[in-house]
């Protein structure tokens, strides 16, 4: 259960990337998301994400995110509306409460509401498809070069924490037929049922580190200067890429200055499409953004665009 | 609107969050000893808030750990356990744009354990119960900040106030959580960490 | 010149008023297969952590004498350099891997050492082939099997090009498919690359007769040294239980040179004995599915047409049906993934079925009997710490008591006696020895007299005493009326101790019975009396056994003069207490 979202091998083409230029091609997905106000724009990029999740066999985790996600945009639309109260477009008017004023309820600020609950959609699906495509190894090991510290002891956390949840079940197992039943009992008794768990566990965990350590310490570890073992290809495919997210991102950056993108709600909201350059820069920078995504797709079907990229 | 707060917010998050970890990475050297022990820890935390008990109305017993690590190991080590606790679980658990947000608040809780003790060296339990609950609602408001970035229009006091207002069952289970568990846990888990801060020292050798 | 020199070595760890090793001296010559050999506590781990250069480095303590390896006092070495020369591979996977993915872990010293990066590719390309984790290479370290991460901990050793591999109980830990491999990659490194290996060990059936030379160490001295047949004739005389059952027999017999394996011991049993039987020895009557029913005695447990499944989707169980007495004693076997430790949990109540019916002590455990049961199970896990949390030895015990509401203060001491943990009551248990440990898990769980016993892998990681001691005890429960179920890999214990046999495969039982008859005619499952006397004499599972059924027709004459049984005992009277049962 826990294990879910964790990445999996699947030999995918997107996987196949070097960390660098997908994690560049992400980051421009990032920026234009919390750049873009246009509710257009942001429904493009969502859609393009949901091709991209769907492509990375990531159907499961990504409809589980987005459930996930749902309550927030609630929440969102909901203060959004209540708080604002620049629309002009009111449909329902409460009554006053101390402190705060008159409740009102505008057309621009539920539209406003939703416009931001798709953006968090957005976000949600680009992370869903960042924990599908990168593996926590590859963006560590790309990380290692500039703090070998931090980066060592999270890898090495992160190897550990599978053992502490196996630990943590079997202990549990071990003390419920100790006579300990951690259903039962106010919730004060039940936390201090918990302490003896916890206990065992820290102990345990703890004593490993002990262990872990002096197996680093036949390994040479701290004897001084060290280097990087690092491999990564950097093939044809990385170089399209990169250039597909930078020209998507600078043609956006442009298309921004030029107010392509922008949205304006309140008093009343814009029209969704102003004029034939709103949608021109919209499908070049999705177009852009899609060359993995393209590339991706011929190189299941055809085993000569495989070998050439 | 011109400004994109919510893009500002983000952003600033990942930097600050990635010049904290290559900092923390860089100064010294680090002996196999404590770099194992404070991963180990991470790695605890992390579980323990990757696996909470159903049965314990989603109370985590994390933070507090993440507290008294900082007041027994220091604030760098705190701040390092904090971090790497939701970044872990989140590898599992999934990551998201709230990532660097909630390594720099758990961050802090772990380097303010390390603050306590400058301040307070002899402190007992009791203070660092206080400390986190406080942490709990704390914790909220923090996060509360970059939901309210962006999320949220316009950004006024009273649209903050509100969004904190939403999560303020959230806030108080959180709050909750840590008080149970610091009451119940904390002198034994100090203990524990103390014995093995001890351990963390290479022992003098002697000849015979 | 020798490799290493060791001259008048004592040292105590930190805080210890006993010394861990006394006054020890030896020779390393290159090249050499050497094998540490002594019960747990005799200085054997130590000794390898001295020759890996961390005691007293990472450890601290008082040391006296010297450690010469090549020539030059180790303490005055570069660390790097000590960590170049001499690489070490500890006891449990868990605890020596550091990274998330195999080829980051193979590559994890040579960083250290600061090779640059051609090389560290070349070196890992190499040791991953050699190994065989190829095609594993790019996988999360946390979804290896046990025996493979042991693997994974050798490669990352040996891609540093040691030139001394030292190994401090490298197999203890797993099932017997992984540690033979780990046992002949070592053979073959030292026979094929010419390293010198270090082994500590104390499983001697497997590893016995791959070293060139054995040194015996009890308390922290050593005992004696020499080539594995002369050693073993000591060891018979000091510590019988220490060795295989083959060579155990052999010296009951007073045969010299002793054999040590079964091969070795089949040759000396027809130079004197002819064969009964045709050449592949009579068949025994097959077992059955279903032991019938034996009168009397009510059913402990009983299983019919289980079925489980794990929420992640794995079918564990496929219509199992066991049945077992009041007072059995049954030991569970099977390759790792057959559902043994599935099936067990199921007749203690962690898990419930899915299909089918488990009743334990007369109650439905999948409606609610897991509840009643409750306090009259006993489970104990594969690692003893999972039991220890108290200040107090004795705290332990109360634990129980309390928990399960019970009010019997005067079990506690009875309980503390038998298992001989009385001077203990007051200590600490995360302080105590790993067989100490295991004691007191077991009188925390005893505490609560439960009916029906259930034990995970107990004899996994402990000394060859502390098993015979635990074989012992558990045999006293079920000579009491208590019901035994052991998950082991263990065969030597499963011939020694049980009564019942039950097989597992791929989520079913394939074989149950009652152990002479499963055990001596099976092929692998077969302890090693069984194999040694396979056409000589069926049906003879122990040393005891064999000694009563073959002891008089080889004994008499042709046998040299051996000293008698009771007469060697007095020789050494510490070490009588665990000898043989005859």
Same mark, same amino acid.
């Given at each position: 259960?826990?294990?879910?979202?964790?990445?999996?091998?699947?030999?995918?083409?997107?996987?196949?990337?070097?960390?660098?230029?997908?994690?560049?091609?992400?980051?421009?997905?990032?920026?234009?998301?919390?750049?873009?106000?246009?509710?257009?724009?942001?429904?493009?990029?969502?859609?393009?994400?949901?091709?991209?999740?769907?492509?990375?066999?990531?159907?499961?985790?990504?409809?589980?995110?987005?459930?996930?996600?749902?309550?927030?945009?609630?929440?969102?639309?909901?203060?959004?509306?209540?708080?604002?109260?620049?629309?002009?477009?009111?449909?329902?008017?409460?009554?006053?409460?101390?402190?705060?004023?008159?409740?009102?309820?505008?057309?621009?600020?539920?539209?406003?509401?939703?416009?931001?609950?798709?953006?968090?959609?957005?976000?949600?699906?680009?992370?869903?498809?960042?924990?599908?495509?990168?593996?926590?190894?590859?963006?560590?090991?790309?990380?290692?070069?500039?703090?070998?510290?931090?980066?060592?002891?999270?890898?090495?956390?992160?190897?550990?924490?599978?053992?502490?949840?196996?630990?943590?079940?079997?202990?549990?197992?071990?003390?419920?037929?100790?006579?300990?039943?951690?259903?039962?009992?106010?919730?004060?008794?039940?936390?201090?049922?918990?302490?003896?768990?916890?206990?065992?566990?820290?102990?345990?965990?703890?004593?490993?580190?002990?262990?872990?350590?002096?197996?680093?310490?036949?390994?040479?570890?701290?004897?001084?200067?060290?280097?990087?073992?690092?491999?990564?290809?950097?093939?044809?495919?990385?170089?399209?890429?990169?250039?597909?997210?930078?020209?998507?991102?600078?043609?956006?950056?442009?298309?921004?200055?030029?107010?392509?993108?922008?949205?304006?709600?309140?008093?009343?909201?814009?029209?969704?499409?102003?004029?034939?350059?709103?949608?021109?820069?919209?499908?070049?920078?999705?177009?852009?953004?899609?060359?993995?995504?393209?590339?991706?797709?011929?190189?299941?079907?055809?085993?000569?665009?495989?070998?050439?990229? | 609107?011109?400004?994109?707060?919510?893009?500002?917010?983000?952003?600033?998050?990942?930097?600050?969050?990635?010049?904290?970890?290559?900092?923390?990475?860089?100064?010294?050297?680090?002996?196999?000893?404590?770099?194992?022990?404070?991963?180990?820890?991470?790695?605890?935390?992390?579980?323990?808030?990757?696996?909470?008990?159903?049965?314990?109305?989603?109370?985590?017993?994390?933070?507090?750990?993440?507290?008294?690590?900082?007041?027994?190991?220091?604030?760098?080590?705190?701040?390092?356990?904090?971090?790497?606790?939701?970044?872990?679980?989140?590898?599992?658990?999934?990551?998201?744009?709230?990532?660097?947000?909630?390594?720099?608040?758990?961050?802090?809780?772990?380097?303010?354990?390390?603050?306590?003790?400058?301040?307070?060296?002899?402190?007992?339990?009791?203070?660092?119960?206080?400390?986190?609950?406080?942490?709990?609602?704390?914790?909220?408001?923090?996060?509360?900040?970059? /939901?309210?970035?962006?999320?949220?229009?316009?950004?006024?006091?009273?649209?903050?106030?509100?969004?904190?207002?939403?999560?303020?069952?959230?806030?108080?289970?959180?709050?909750?959580?840590?008080?149970?568990?610091?009451?119940?846990?904390?002198?034994?888990?100090?203990?524990?960490?103390?014995?093995? /801060?001890?351990?963390?020292?290479?022992?003098?050798?002697?000849?015979? | 010149?020798?490799?290493?020199?060791?001259?008048?070595?004592?040292?105590?760890?930190?805080?210890?008023?006993?010394?861990?090793?006394?006054?020890?001296?030896?020779?390393?010559?290159?090249?050499?297969?050497?094998?540490?050999?002594?019960?747990?506590?005799?200085?054997?781990?130590?000794?390898?952590?001295?020759?890996?250069?961390?005691?007293?480095?990472?450890?601290?303590?008082?040391?006296?004498?010297?450690?010469?390896?090549?020539?030059?006092?180790?303490?005055?070495?570069?660390?790097?350099?000590?960590?170049?020369?001499?690489?070490?591979?500890?006891?449990?996977?868990?605890?020596?891997?550091?990274?998330?993915?195999?080829?980051?872990?193979?590559?994890?010293?040579?960083?250290?050492?600061?090779?640059?990066?051609?090389?560290?590719?070349?070196?890992?390309?190499?040791?991953?082939?050699?190994?065989?984790?190829?095609?594993?290479?790019?996988?999360?370290?946390?979804?290896?099997?046990?025996?493979?991460?042991?693997?994974?901990?050798?490669?990352?050793?040996?891609?540093?090009?040691?030139?001394?591999?030292?190994?401090?109980?490298?197999?203890?830990?797993?099932?017997?498919?992984?540690?033979?491999?780990?046992?002949?990659?070592?053979?073959?490194?030292?026979?094929?690359?010419?390293?010198?290996?270090?082994?500590?060990?104390?499983?001697?059936?497997?590893?016995?007769?791959?070293?060139?030379?054995?040194?015996?160490?009890?308390?922290?001295?050593?005992?004696?040294?020499?080539?594995?047949?002369?050693?073993?004739?000591?060891?018979?005389?000091?510590?019988?239980?220490?060795?295989?059952?083959?060579?155990r027999f052999f010296t009951r017999l007073g045969v010299s040179p002793v054999p040590i394996t079964v091969k070795e011991g089949r040759q000396i049993l027809l130079g004197r004995l002819r064969p009964e039987g045709g050449p592949a020895g009579r068949p025994t009557p097959a077992p059955t599915k279903n032991s019938p029913v034996r009168g009397g005695n009510p059913a402990a447990v009983e299983m019919q047409g289980v079925w489980y499944t794990y929420p992640q989707g794995n079918e564990a169980l496929k219509g199992v049906s066991l049945n077992l007495q009041k007072g059995e004693f049954a030991v569970i076997l099977g390759a790792n993934g057959a559902g043994k430790?599935?099936?067990?949990?199921?007749?203690?109540?962690?898990?419930?079925?899915?299909?089918?019916?488990?009743?334990?002590?007369?109650?439905?455990?999948?409606?609610?009997?897991?509840?009643?049961?409750?306090?009259?199970?006993?489970?104990?896990?594969?690692?003893?710490?999972?039991?220890?949390?108290?200040?107090?030895?004795?705290?332990?015990?109360?634990?129980?008591?309390?928990?399960?509401?019970?009010?019997?203060?005067?079990?506690?001491?009875?309980?503390?006696?038998?298992?001989?943990?009385?001077?203990?009551?007051?200590?600490?248990?995360?302080?105590?020895?790993?067989?100490?440990?295991?004691?007191?898990?077991?009188?925390?769980?005893?505490?609560?007299?439960?009916?029906?016993?259930?034990?995970?892998?107990?004899?996994?990681?402990?000394?060859?005493?502390?098993?015979?001691?635990?074989?012992?005890?558990?045999?006293?429960?079920?000579?009491?009326?208590?019901?035994?179920?052991?998950?082991?890999?263990?065969?030597?214990?499963?011939?020694?101790?049980?009564?019942?046999?039950?097989?597992?495969?791929?989520?079913?039982?394939?074989?149950?019975?009652?152990?002479?008859?499963?055990?001596?005619?099976?092929?692998?499952?077969?302890?090693?009396?069984?194999?040694?006397?396979?056409?000589?004499?069926?049906?003879?599972?122990?040393?005891?056994?064999?000694?009563?059924?073959?002891?008089?027709?080889?004994?008499?004459?042709?046998?040299?003069?051996?000293?008698?049984?009771?007469?060697?005992?007095?020789?050494?009277?510490?070490?009588?207490?665990?000898?043989?049962?005859?």
């Amino acid at each position: 259960m826990w294990e879910k979202l964790f990445y999996r091998e699947k030999g995918l083409f997107l996987q196949s990337l070097h960390p660098a230029a997908m994690l560049a091609y992400l980051l421009v997905f990032l920026l234009l998301c919390l750049l873009y106000e246009n509710p257009l724009y942001l429904l493009a990029l969502f859609f393009l994400l949901a091709l991209l999740n769907l492509e990375a066999e990531g159907r499961e985790a990504w409809e589980g995110f987005l459930k996930g996600g749902l309550l927030l945009v609630v929440l969102i639309m909901v203060v959004n509306s209540l708080v604002i109260r620049a629309g002009s477009t009111v449909i329902w008017s409460g009554p006053a409460v101390p402190l705060w004023g008159k409740l009102q309820v505008s057309l621009e600020a539920l539209y406003y509401g939703a416009t931001s609950g798709l953006r968090f959609l957005v976000l949600l699906s680009l992370f869903c498809l960042y924990n599908l495509v990168v593996s926590p190894d590859k963006l560590l090991s790309l990380l290692a070069g500039f703090a070998y510290y931090s980066v060592l002891a999270v890898v090495l956390a992160t190897r550990f924490f599978p053992v502490v949840v196996r630990n943590l079940l079997r202990i549990k197992e071990v003390q419920e037929l100790r006579g300990v039943d951690f259903n039962q009992g106010t919730l004060w008794e039940r936390v201090q049922k918990y302490s003896s768990l916890y206990g065992v566990l820290l102990l345990s965990s703890l004593e490993d580190a002990m262990g872990i350590a002096e197996s680093m310490q036949a390994r040479a570890f701290g004897s001084g200067k060290r280097t990087l073992y690092r491999h990564h290809l950097w093939r044809p495919r990385d170089t399209i890429c990169l250039a597909g997210s930078l020209g998507a991102f600078s043609l956006a950056l442009w298309g921004w200055f030029h107010g392509y993108g922008r949205y304006e709600f309140y008093p009343e909201a814009d029209v969704l499409i102003k004029d034939a350059a709103t949608v021109g820069i919209l499908l070049l920078v999705c177009l852009g953004l899609s060359l993995p995504l393209l590339l991706s797709k011929g190189w299941k079907r055809w085993p000569f665009l495989r070998s050439k990229i | 609107m011109a400004v994109s707060w919510g893009l500002w917010s983000t952003l600033l998050g990942f930097l600050a969050v990635c010049l904290l970890m290559v900092g923390w990475g860089r100064r010294g050297s680090m002996t196999s000893k404590q770099l194992s022990l404070l991963a180990v820890l991470a790695a605890f935390c992390a579980a323990g808030r990757a696996v909470t008990g159903v049965g314990l109305l989603f109370l985590q017993p994390t933070m507090f750990l993440v507290e008294i690590t900082g007041f027994v190991f220091g604030a760098r080590a705190g701040f390092f356990v904090g971090a790497a606790t939701p970044l872990v679980s989140n590898f599992f658990m999934g990551q998201g744009p709230w990532t660097p947000w909630q390594m720099l608040s758990w961050g802090l809780v772990g380097a303010s354990g390390g603050l306590l003790k400058v301040l307070f060296p002899r402190a007992g339990n009791g203070l660092l119960t206080v400390a986190c609950f406080c942490w709990g609602y704390l914790y909220g408001a923090l996060m509360d900040l970059w /939901h309210w970035s962006v999320f949220v229009r316009p950004l006024t006091l009273k649209t903050y106030f509100l969004t904190w207002l939403a999560g303020f069952g959230f806030d108080s289970l959180r709050a909750l959580g840590n008080l149970l568990f610091c009451a119940a846990l904390g002198q034994q888990t100090k203990k524990i960490l103390e014995y093995f /801060h001890r351990k963390m020292v290479v022992e003098y050798v002697e000849g015979l | 010149m020798a490799l290493f020199k060791v001259e008048n070595l004592t040292y105590y760890y930190p805080a210890s008023a006993e010394a861990a090793l006394r006054n020890i001296s030896l020779e390393i010559r290159e090249g050499e297969f050497l094998l540490l050999v002594g019960a747990s506590g005799s200085g054997k781990s130590t000794l390898a952590r001295v020759l890996a250069g961390l005691i007293p480095d990472f450890y601290g303590g008082k040391m006296g004498g010297r450690v010469l390896f090549k020539g030059r006092e180790m303490r005055t070495l570069d660390r790097r350099q000590v960590a170049r020369e001499v690489g070490m591979v500890f006891q449990d996977p868990e605890r020596q891997l550091v990274k998330t993915q195999v080829e980051a872990e193979v590559a994890f010293g040579l960083e250290n050492l600061g090779l640059p990066l051609p090389e560290m590719r070349r070196r890992v390309a190499e040791v991953l082939a050699f190994m065989g984790l190829e095609p594993v290479k790019g996988s999360f370290i946390a979804h290896l099997s046990g025996g493979q991460k042991q693997k994974l901990a050798l490669a990352s050793v040996l891609a540093m090009q040691p030139r001394v591999l030292v190994l401090d109980e490298p197999t203890s830990q797993l099932d017997p498919a992984s540690a033979e491999e780990i046992l002949q990659l070592v053979r073959r490194l030292n026979e094929e690359t010419g390293l010198t290996v270090v082994l500590a060990e104390q499983r001697l059936e497997r590893c016995l007769h791959l070293a060139d030379r054995v040194i015996l160490l009890a308390r922290g001295e050593v005992v004696c040294e020499g080539r594995p047949a002369e050693v073993a004739q000591e060891i018979a005389g000091a510590d019988p239980l220490l060795l295989p059952p083959v060579a155990r027999f052999f010296t009951r017999l007073g045969v010299s040179p002793v054999p040590i394996t079964v091969k070795e011991g089949r040759q000396i049993l027809l130079g004197r004995l002819r064969p009964e039987g045709g050449p592949a020895g009579r068949p025994t009557p097959a077992p059955t599915k279903n032991s019938p029913v034996r009168g009397g005695n009510p059913a402990a447990v009983e299983m019919q047409g289980v079925w489980y499944t794990y929420p992640q989707g794995n079918e564990a169980l496929k219509g199992v049906s066991l049945n077992l007495q009041k007072g059995e004693f049954a030991v569970i076997l099977g390759a790792n993934g057959a559902g043994k430790t599935t099936l067990v949990k199921q007749m203690v109540g962690l898990l419930r079925p899915d299909r089918g019916k488990v009743w334990a002590l007369g109650k439905d455990v999948g409606r609610g009997g897991f509840k009643e049961i409750r306090g009259r199970v006993a489970y104990l896990s594969q690692n003893p710490n999972d039991y220890l949390f108290q200040d107090t030895v004795e705290g332990e015990l109360l634990f129980t008591i309390r928990n399960l509401g019970l009010n019997e203060r005067t079990l506690v001491d009875e309980l503390l006696e038998r298992l001989g943990l009385l001077k203990y009551r007051n200590a600490n248990p995360r302080e105590l020895s790993s067989g100490e440990r295991q004691r007191v898990a077991l009188a925390s769980v005893l505490v609560a007299r439960p009916q029906l016993i259930v034990l995970d892998e107990p004899t996994r990681g402990i000394d060859y005493r502390l098993k015979a001691e635990l074989g012992r005890l558990l045999r006293e429960e079920a000579e009491k009326g208590c019901t035994v179920v052991v998950v082991t890999h263990d065969v030597e214990f499963a011939a020694e101790y049980a009564r019942q046999v039950v097989i597992m495969h791929g989520g079913e039982i394939v074989a149950e019975g009652e152990k002479h008859a499963l055990l001596g005619n099976s092929l692998f499952y077969s302890p090693q009396m069984a194999r040694l006397c396979r056409g000589f004499c069926e049906g003879v599972l122990t040393v005891a056994e064999a000694v009563e059924k073959l002891g008089s027709v080889i004994g008499s004459g042709s046998v040299r003069e051996g000293v008698p049984e009771g007469e060697r005992r007095t020789l050494w009277p510490s070490h009588g207490a665990y000898g043989l049962r005859s």
